[in-house]
């Protein structure tokens, strides 16, 4: 079964921090790279956090850079966005996103690029009031 469920969504106070969570079937998290986006209202999906095979680099979007942090914990098949110091501007729909490895058990394309994307989560709301 193919499948990525987020949780850990909430409404917050600016500064404040919550943990967002993501977890996949064993098919699903072996086969695929997990990262996150998120889509504010009426604006674009925007890449968040994620690993790059291709430069070995763990890619955070720009705005979120020393305040979230991507970690997985293997044996529970999940992936973790850690998110302190939050804004209102962050404010929005975050997903899990995963793209399939390829048979030499790299992922192609970028953790950022939504265009990369092969599977995606339901979504969690994140809300932060200021």
């Known amino acids: 079964q193919v499948q990525l469920v987020e949780s850990g969504g909430g409404s917050v106070q600016s500064g404040g921090s919550l943990t967002l969570s993501c977890v996949a079937s064993?098919?699903?998290?072996?086969?695929?790279?997990i990262g996150w986006f998120r889509q504010a209202s009426g604006k674009e999906r925007e890449g968040v956090a994620g690993y790059d095979d291709s430069d070995g680099q763990t890619h955070y979007l720009d705005s979120v850079q020393g305040r979230f942090t991507i970690s997985r914990d293997d044996a529970k098949n999940t992936v973790y966005l850690q998110m302190n110091d939050l804004k209102p501007e962050d404010t929005a729909m975050y997903y899990c996103?995963?793209?399939?490895?390829?048979?030499?058990?790299?992922?192609?394309?970028?953790?950022?690029?939504?265009?990369?994307?092969?599977?995606w989560g339901q979504g969690t709301q994140v809300t932060v009031s200021s």
């Open positions: 064993p098919y699903t998290y072996k086969n695929y790279c």
């Open positions: 996103a995963g793209r399939r490895r390829n048979r030499y058990g790299y992922c192609a394309g970028s953790p950022m690029n939504q265009q990369d994307i092969d599977l």
